[in-house]
């Protein structure tokens, strides 16, 4: 089956609008934190693995320098670095 | 500049390993959640933007044929899917 560039496209879009929200889906969760203060019920150890593996996402990205992946990573890796210095700080 | 095949494996290994962390990552939380059912300091919004970002990865396997992101994203969807029931479910 032949698959017109047109789809390719479309498919291209979806990734870039599914990388971009789980991306963004940290900036709500900073505000919040930041604002209240609270961080008992989050998991410190969903943030150290999420982090790490943000973190080789990165580094994965660089290697096959793939720019959506190393731009998403990279802004993720700072807003999860945020929440997790946070949980840190607020226990 | 050549890449060596053992270059290839190491950096697919990599992208492996991220993507298993990032994804098993939410089973803390999920635990924790369900033990405490407390879910206060959670931002509602990160999980609604997380969730709909992780069901467009997961369709974007699909169409792509990609069993890594099939497979990383139908998990994280279900666990992603349980914080933010809980999340509803005790506010």
């Known amino acids: 089956m032949t ?3 047109k789809v390719v496209e479309t498919t291209t879009l979806l990734g870039l ?4 929200l789980t991306t963004i889906s940290f900036i ?5 934190t930041w604002k ?4 008992k019920d989050i998991s410190f150890l ?3 693995i999420f982090f790490t593996g943000v973190l ?3 580094l994965y990205g660089l290697i096959i320098k793939n720019t959506p992946v190393i731009v998403a990573n ?3 890796l700072i807003l999860v ?11």
């Open 74 to 76: 990279g802004v993720s």
């Open 28 to 32: 709500p969760q900073v505000m919040k």
């Open 56 to 58: 080789l996402w990165f």
């Open 46 to 48: 969903m943030y150290v």
């Open 3 to 5: 698959i017109s560039p």
């Open 17 to 20: 609008v599914a990388g971009s």
């Open 81 to 91: 670095f945020i929440v997790l210095v946070l949980k840190i700080r607020y226990g």
């Open 36 to 39: 209240y203060k609270e961080t």
